[in-house]
């Protein structure tokens, strides 16, 4: 008696927690995302723009696209170049993982390899926050795994892949493989999905509750089966309504059975292709069939994802599933049909991360006007520009702090620009603590990039100049000229009058205290002369070297033009008498 309450105990318990990981799991999908999307059998540029054109049609954005990685094709160069281009195409990625065919038949994969995987996988910058990864496909055909049927050996690859893949990330979208549900329990070739399953979960300890564990979805061939022939009317088992009886099915294994579903597999072959292959139905049905299904299963909340098999495929094999016609650019019927149907437009998560790569300056004078270049780089998933509604933003600025940015430029993940914040400092003496961070339509949308800023009074600047061969300087024409490090004007100040070879500005406004200037002082007939210096809170004192009188026509350089425009005596007696 007690040992079956335990048990029924038990049992509650892992339904609970089958439950509680399942609801989780849905809280890492964006709602109301767009649903189309489409199964690829290579990844180039034209089958991706093919694809884009596809299912971010008619209002729709953010569709998916099911690809498949093999394990001697991780090239890490050539996937993040595919990712980076389905970023720009806004299509969201869901990567089967395959071994590599070895006769007749797909090898099996061992758990030891799951570390290596997932240190590929990781090392990759996705397209979106989840990272949907599918574990290799349709076991139960033992053409797929190894030559044999083997639901324990499944298993223990599954869970281990799956641990690996979430000690490197949280954001792997971990999902079993697809499987076929039409399959015969035929030893040694085939085996029931239902019975495969079973011996899968019962052959783990604990009922496979780690691997339910570490599930965040369900991968779903629904095909309408028997022969691909069925009506898309059609419910239960072999129908393309498969997921739904799938997902009753691990209710029943303790296994989840609120899993959210992605059908990576589904469709209908068409009589036409290389060669007419009858009992198929006519390519104006299967495009007919293709509206039904997508019109019928957007609908269903725990439907995300619906990629039909496949886009392009030019061989014999699959070529009478292929959307694309052979030795063509163009497409069967279907593909005109399910672009013209009305789509949602997408807002998946993508991880937002800025870096500034130059200090910003601490200290500002009050009343002032700045120009101030900041380097940033995008270490995110996004690409940034004014066009998506990015903006460079300062938060807790006060209002009487007048600001803009210039226009974003667009910014891909590690690239980096410039942007430049126009700012004006109020009178009024402060401390702040203020941050940047970059925003989309108005919202925060990355990590905060402190700044402490304080607005301190105007400094004062002291200087000493002489002019050759004078003994003693004095003059009401001189002038100031400062000058940031993109030798930008910042400060500019006329009619300075030096007496004893000593000049004094008050109040210098528009610098960056703690950074470095070039000073410059000008005078009529006198090559300039500067100094650098970094400027400091109250005083500031520079020394420059004196001042030589061999700019005659003023162009603020001595050239042989100096000499033709030599100064008549007068000018001349004034220039180089020493007193």
């Known amino acids: ?203 783990l300890p604990n009922w496979g509750q780690e691997l339910i564990s570490l599930l965040d979805g369900w991968a779903s061939h629904s095909y309408p089966n028997h022969g691909f022939i069925g009506s898309p009317y059609d419910w239960g088992r072999n129908s393309i309504r498969t997921y739904l009886w799938e997902i009753n099915l ?35 049905q299967v495009a007919e069939n293709f509206r039904l299904l997508f019109t019928q299963l957007i609908h269903d909340p725990k439907v995300i994802a619906i990629t039909p098999f496949i886009l392009n495929y030019q061989s014999d094999l699959f070529d009478n599933f292929s959307w694309r016609k052979p030795a063509s650019r163009e497409f069967y019927p279907q593909f005109e049909v399910v672009q013209q149907l009305n789509k949602t437009e997408g807002k998946p998560k993508q991880e937002q991360k800025l870096l500034v790569l130059e200090d910003l300056p601490q200290k500002l004078v009050r009343g002032s006007t700045y120009q101030i270049n900041i380097k940033i780089k995008n270490e995110g998933q996004a690409i940034w ?58 919202q925060s949308v990355s990590n905060q990039i402190p700044w402490s800023l304080e607005i301190v009074p105007a400094p004062s600047l002291e200087f000493s100049v002489s002019l050759f061969p004078k003994i003693k300087t004095a003059g009401y024409d001189f002038k ?11 400060f500019e100040k006329n009619n300075v009058e030096v007496q004893n070879s000593q000049g004094l500005i008050e109040e210098v406004n528009n610098l960056a205290l703690g950074e470095k200037y ?27 070297k004196p001042m030589l009188p061999l700019d005659f026509n003023l162009d603020g350089k001595f050239s042989p033009k100096d000499i033709l425009s030599s100064p008549i005596k007068p000018q001349l007696h004034r220039l180089w008498w020493p007193f």
């Not at 720009?88 to 990625?93: N, Q, S, V």
């Not at 029943?252 to 292709?273: D, Q, S």
């Not at 000008?522 to 005083?539: A, H, I, N, S, T």
């Open 1 to 203: 008696m007690k040992r079956t309450i335990i048990a029924i105990l038990l049992i509650v318990i892992l339904l609970a927690v089958g439950k509680k990981e399942a609801s989780a799991t849905f809280e890492k999908i964006d709602p109301q995302n767009n649903k189309f999307g489409i199964h690829l059998a290579v990844v180039s540029d034209e089958d991706l723009e093919d694809a884009a054109s596809l299912v971010n049609s008619s209002g729709g954005d953010w569709g998916y696209v099911t690809v498949v990685m093999e394990e001697k094709d991780r090239n890490r160069e050539k996937w993040q170049k595919t990712f980076d281009r389905m970023r720009e195409l806004h299509l969201i990625p869901i990567v089967r993982l395959a071994t590599y065919l070895e006769d007749d038949h797909w090898q099996k994969p061992s758990p030891d390899e799951a570390s290596s995987w997932a240190e590929f996988l990781n090392s990759l910058n996705w397209v979106v926050k989840n990272r949907y990864v599918v574990l290799f496909n349709e076991p139960n055909h033992a053409k797929e795994w190894g030559d044999k049927i083997d639901p324990a050996g499944y298993g223990q690859v599954a869970l281990e892949f799956a641990r690996k893949l979430k000690e490197k990330n949280p954001d792997f979208f971990v999902m079993l493989a697809g499987f076929d549900a039409a399959a015969p329990h035929k030893l040694p070739d085939f085996e029931d999905e239902e019975l495969f399953l079973r011996r899968m979960f019962v052959s």
């Open 480 to 490: 100031i000229l400062i000058y940031n490090e993109q030798n930008e004007v910042v």
């Open 385 to 442: 520009s004014q066009k998506e509604g990015y903006h460079l933003d300062i938060s807790n600025i006060p209002l009487d702090f007048n600001f803009f940015f210039s226009e974003l430029p667009k910014i891909k993940p590690s690239e980096e620009e410039s942007v430049k914040l126009h700012l004006k400092t109020p009178e009024k003496l402060t401390k702040l603590d203020l941050s940047l961070a970059i925003t989309q339509n108005h």
């Open 250 to 284: 691990l209710g029943k294994f303790n296994a989840g059975n609120n899993l959210p579903v992605f059908i990576t597999e589904t469709g209908w072959p068409h009589v036409e292709g290389i060669s007419l292959q009858r009992g198929y139905y006519s390519q104006k």
């Open 518 to 544: 070039r000073v410059v002082i000008l005078k009529p007939y006198y090559l300039p002369r500067q100094e650098f210096l970094v400027f400091r809170e109250r005083k500031n004192q520079i020394t420059f």
